[in-house]
Every structure is written in structure tokens, then in C-alpha cells.
């Protein structure tokens, strides 16, 4: 059972709380998502990579980290939604350190998460097919005097086109599932950038022609090691999408305390007030839940993968709720390219599809719970 004073912020991690809200509401202004082509902010991510340390936050102190646990990297996922931070946290700290530390390959761990933690290294997972699935990889690795080499394609990789790491699954001679290394500028690397509906999440295409690549890991681990990975990763987005249904909330509220229909506010009106508590309700509930999860994660407590999909689905559905009663209480303006409303309305269903949709993690629930 997940401890009660996991569940609630630290002095500490209210003042991280805090530090990474003002630092994205002065550097990084929704505004820039609306310009087509830009990349992210290279010298806002050091600023909080490797300045404010948030990029080692889950990297033990042996390989130059602050050895953390999944509760404040939770944070800074909430306030990333929040603010919609278009930059590769989610892949580099979400996705690729997890799977490290899970691997249990000292040699790869002690080369690879020294520059992640220093925010020099961006790194990504790269494990999905063209279909969506994850488990079962397509990519083939032969052994040529003495050297892997890797041959197929990856679909929806996070930051792919930015990664300078990317760990790929791909599958040897003898049908072993493996975790590989490469890095970016390795022959035969081909990354493309794929259109999202979500502008401030960047996704490619990753094409492998006999690529140069280290194993990670033992051989035929991978699915163990991308299954762990998915807990994780499910429990950071419900945690953005958390933050990205608070702000919506506020938003809303803002809006109807200030906008006058009739002579009063529209916020004195019974149906826009019916639907800010609403809206509350689903805040609330989804904050809680993605924390708990997190907390489960945080302390190894074994009903961890079952509250990632609880989280998942809750969260998904809430924040796409959310943002359509945003554009609700905005009314017309919420429909415009020039407001904030739909950048959220974006964000809200590409997340809830990201890593499998709302009836994928129910039914990952019932079978887990034995249904």
C-alpha cells in the first residue's frame, strides 16, 4: 500500500514546483508552438537540464546524478503539461533512462547516463512499429566480424529527429528481443520528422540500413525492459496531462470572471458555473490519481502497473473533457487559431492515444487484476 506522505508535495518539492513553473512561464510562452518549423528551445532545455540538474533528477549519484525518485521527476512532468514545454524531457528522462537503469548493464549505464544527467546527451526509446505495437520488433540485428548491425524501421519515436541516443529494439538470429544503442551520426541512420496533431510533441520516423549498434542488456530482454518502460512512461503523461487539465481550469475560471454577457460576468451564470466545478471534479481527481501512481512507482509497490493504466485511462478521458468545456466557456473565441484553448485540445487527444487509447488500459486493468 502506497504511504500517505508520498501523496502530498515536500517543502522541497513545492519549491521544485514552483522554480519550474516560473522558470517555463517566462521562457517558454505558448506562443512559439505556433510557429511552423521551430524546433525546440536548445538553450531553455540546458537551462533546465543541465543547469537546474532536471535531467538527472532519476539518475543515481554513481553515474553523476541527484538520485531522485519518480515523485519529482512527477513534478516536473505536471508542470511540463502545464505549460505545454515542447522539448524532449519526456523522451530523454520518461523513456530512456528507465530503460537503462532497468537493463542491469553496468557497462552501458556507466557510458550512456554520465551525459544524459549532465543534460549534454539527449536520448530517446525507439521501439515502436508502424502499427503502434511495441513489443514485438520488427528490426532484425545481425553480428558481422564482430559488430551489430541493425536493419528496419521505427514509427512514433519521441524526439527522435533531436535524439542524440537513441535505444532500439530489434530482434537477432536466434528470435532473441534486444535493447541496442545508437547514436545519432551512425551509418545507415536515417531520422525523419512525422506530423503530429500535437504541436508541442515531436515524434519521427526512424529508418535503420545496416546501422552500427551496441546491445544493451542480455539478449531477449527487451520486451521486459519496454514493458517496465510503459509503466513509467504512462504514469508521465497522466502526469502532464494532469498539469495540462489544471491549466485549462484555470483558464476558464479567468475567463468567466472577466468576460460580461448580459451586463454580468458569464461566471454568475448557473450553467458556466456548473461546468468550472465539473471541471474541478476532473482536475482534482486526475491530479490524485497520477500522483498515487507515481508514488507506487516510486516506492516498488507491486499494484504500480495496474495504477499506470488506472491513471492512464482516468487522466486521458479527463483532460479531453476538460479541454472541450475550455472551449465551451470560451465560447467562440475557443474555436480560433490565436487562443491558448486548442493547443490543449491538441495535446489532450494525442496523449490519450500516445501509448495505446482508453479501452487498450482498461483492458490491460482487468487482465492484470485477473478479470
Not at 511552423?36 to 528551445?41: C, K, W
Not at 545496416?210 to 544493451?216: E, G, I, K, Y
Request: net charge negative; hydrophobic share 45%.
Amino acid at each position: 500500500m502506497v504511504s500517505q506522505t508520498a501523496l502530498v508535495d515536500t517543502t522541497e518539492q513545492r519549491q521544485l514546483r514552483d522554480t519550474v513553473r516560473r522558470l517555463l512561464a517566462d521562457k517558454a510562452p505558448l506562443d512559439a508552438l505556433r510557429t511552423e518549423g521551430q524546433g525546440f528551445d536548445r538553450a531553455l532545455w540546458r537551462q533546465l537540464a543541465a543547469e537546474m540538474g532536471l535531467a538527472a533528477l532519476a539518475v543515481p549519484e554513481k553515474y553523476d546524478g541527484l538520485g531522485q525518485t519518480v515523485l519529482e521527476t512527477h513534478i516536473v512532468f505536471e508542470e511540463m503539461g502545464r505549460a505545454l514545454y515542447r522539448g524532449p524531457y519526456l523522451a530523454t528522462v520518461g523513456a530512456a533512462v528507465p530503460v537503462l537503469l532497468a537493463s542491469g548493464d553496468e557497462s552501458a549505464r556507466a557510458e550512456l547516463l554520465p551525459p544524459i544527467a549532465a543534460g549534454e546527451c539527449i536520448a530517446t526509446l525507439a521501439a515502436a512499429e508502424a502499427d503502434g505495437g511495441w513489443l514485438a520488433p520488427r528490426t532484425t540485428a545481425t553480428r558481422r566480424d564482430g559488430e551489430w548491425r541493425l536493419t528496419g524501421a521505427k514509427s512514433f519515436v519521441l524526439d527522435g529527429a533531436d535524439a542524440d541516443l537513441l535505444l532500439v529494439t530489434a530482434g537477432d538470429e536466434d528470435g532473441n528481443a534486444t535493447l541496442f544503442a545508437v547514436h545519432a551520426g551512425a551509418p545507415g541512420l536515417t531520422r525523419t520528422p512525422m506530423t503530429s496533431l500535437d504541436l508541442a510533441r515531436s515524434i519521427a520516423g526512424v529508418e535503420l540500413a545496416d546501422t552500427p549498434a551496441r546491445p544493451v542488456g542480455i539478449p531477449g530482454q527487451a520486451p521486459e525492459l519496454v514493458a517496465g518502460a510503459l509503466d513509467q512512461l504512462l504514469v508521465a503523461v497522466a502526469a502532464e496531462q494532469a498539469g495540462g487539465m489544471a491549466a485549462c481550469l484555470d483558464m476558464a475560471v479567468e475567463y468567466a470572471k472577466t468576460r460580461r454577457q448580459f451586463g454580468q460576468v458569464i461566471g454568475s451564470f448557473q450553467a458556466v458555473a456548473h461546468r468550472c466545478v465539473d471541471m474541478l471534479r476532473q482536475v482534482e481527481f486526475g491530479r490524485s490519481t497520477a500522483r498515487y501512481a507515481a508514488a507506487a512507482l516510486a516506492e516498488g509497490d507491486a499494484e504500480a502497473p495496474v495504477a499506470a493504466r488506472v491513471a492512464a485511462a482516468y487522466c486521458g478521458e479527463a483532460f479531453r473533457d476538460v479541454t472541450v468545456e475550455t472551449v465551451q466557456v470560451h465560447g467562440g473565441i475557443g474555436f480560433t487559431w490565436e487562443h491558448d484553448t486548442h493547443l490543449y485540445y491538441r495535446r489532450a487527444w494525442s496523449s490519450q492515444q500516445l501509448f495505446g487509447g482508453l479501452d487498450h488500459h482498461y483492458l490491460e486493468v482487468t487482465d492484470r487484476i485477473g478479470l
